[in-house]
C-alpha cells in the first residue's frame, strides 16, 4: 500500500506575503517531511525572500526548520516585527 502524502497549509505575512504574492497556499508533501525543506524551496522559488531575516512557525510555535511536519500543520512564514 503506497503512503499517502500529508497537506499543510502555508501561511505568509506582510514583506513574504507581497514577495510570493499569496497569503496562504496548501502544499501536499512526502510523510516525514522537514520544515527546513519547505524554507528551502521557498527561497529557491522567491529568492526575494533571503533579503529578509525570516521567521517561521508550526502550529503558532516558533519553528528551527527540525520539526517533523504532519497532515494539518500549519506553517508560517513572517519577517521581524516592530512595534512598541
Given at each position: 500500500?503506497?503512503?499517502?502524502?500529508?497537506?499543510?497549509?502555508?501561511?505568509?505575512?506582510?514583506?513574504?506575503?507581497?514577495?510570493?504574492?499569496?497569503?496562504?497556499?496548501?502544499?501536499?508533501?512526502p510523510?516525514?517531511?522537514?520544515?527546513?525543506?519547505?524554507?528551502?524551496?521557498?527561497?529557491?522559488?522567491?529568492?526575494?525572500?533571503?533579503?529578509?531575516?525570516?521567521?517561521?512557525?508550526?502550529?503558532?510555535?516558533?519553528?528551527?526548520?527540525?520539526e517533523?511536519?504532519?497532515?494539518?500543520?500549519?506553517?508560517?512564514?513572517?519577517?521581524?516585527?516592530?512595534?512598541?
Open positions: 500500500m503506497p503512503i499517502e502524502n500529508i497537506k499543510i497549509r502555508l501561511l505568509f505575512f506582510g514583506a513574504t506575503a507581497d514577495i510570493t504574492g499569496q497569503r496562504r497556499v496548501d502544499v501536499e508533501l510523510p516525514d517531511a522537514k520544515a527546513a525543506e519547505i524554507f528551502k524551496k521557498l527561497i529557491s522559488d522567491h529568492p526575494l525572500l533571503a533579503k529578509h531575516r525570516l521567521y517561521f512557525s508550526v502550529n503558532q510555535k516558533y519553528a528551527t526548520g527540525d517533523i511536519l504532519n497532515d494539518g500543520d500549519e506553517l508560517a512564514i513572517f519577517t521581524a516585527v516592530s512595534g512598541g
